[in-house]
């Protein structure tokens, strides 16, 4: 497989439950992204990983936890969340952080679309 | 704040032109890029600029003015493929993405 890969594609949960998003890529990129994606309203950056390490988590809810065990892996794990958290969740990867080393374009998974009833 | 406005949707006919404007308010600038994302699908690159002027890809073209803070994407004999929304993000001092909401467009046979 190429490219960044999310699962599921489609979930629906209550605001009790305890699910997790992941995404994977198979890119070589060191560096991984969770987004935000809701109708008419511009992307939310999350998270950030780079090499491993978290670098960026954009005063996002404790109810969304990332996990990154390696390179090719992250996840967001879910629990007790709000309707209002219903969304488009985009996984994206770049070959470096968005820095002075120039502009690291980023490959988006397909995303997962998650309604909370 | 920062900020990036994008018309929310446009209509144009295949084969034709359209113009896809973005305006940006940044605290600093290390250019701009295009996403196109299909409904249900990842968004995926179209084009960076960091220096002013237009650069060409096949049928898509984009511009960049930095004394403006204005950039637009213009694609050309229009297919119905090109259907999309198209998502404008500027790089800030910081390198930080700051995204539009992007612009639905619309292609009629």
């Known amino acids: 497989e190429t490219g960044v890969t999310q699962t599921p594609r489609h979930l629906v949960m209550g605001m009790t439950n305890k699910k997790s998003l992941k995404c994977e890529q198979h890119?070589?990129?060191?560096?991984m992204y969770w987004y935000k994606q809701s109708a008419k309203k511009p992307l939310e950056l999350m998270f950030v990983?780079?090499?491993?390490?978290?670098?960026e988590n954009n005063s996002v809810p404790s109810r969304f936890s990332p996990e990154c065990p390696n390179s090719s892996h992250l996840f967001l794990h879910l629990h007790t969340l709000q309707p209002e958290d219903s969304a488009l969740y985009l996984c994206?990867?770049?070959?470096?952080?968005?820095?002075?080393?120039?502009?690291?374009?980023?490959?988006f998974g397909a995303g997962s679309r998650l309604t909370v009833l | 704040g920062q900020n990036i406005d994008q018309p929310t949707e446009m209509t144009a006919t295949e084969g034709a032109i359209v113009q896809i404007n973005c305006t940006y308010q940044?605290?600093?600038?290390?250019?701009l890029f295009w996403y196109q994302q299909h409904a249900g699908e990842a968004p995926t690159f179209l084009s960076y600029n960091v220096l002013d002027g237009l650069e060409e890809k096949g049928r898509f073209s984009s511009f960049l003015s930095r004394s403006k803070g204005y950039s637009y994407l213009l694609l050309k004999e229009l297919q119905m493929k090109d259907s999309a929304s198209y998502l404008c993000?500027?790089?800030?001092?910081?390198?930080?993405?700051?995204w539009g909401a992007g612009t639905k467009l619309i292609i009629k046979p």
């Open positions: 993000a500027a790089s800030d001092s910081n390198y930080q993405l700051i």
């Open positions: 990983y780079s090499l491993e390490e978290r670098v």
């Open positions: 890119l070589g990129h060191n560096a």
């Open positions: 940044t605290s600093g600038f290390n250019g």
């Open positions: 994206a990867s770049s070959q470096g952080e968005q820095g002075p080393s120039g502009a690291n374009v980023l490959t």
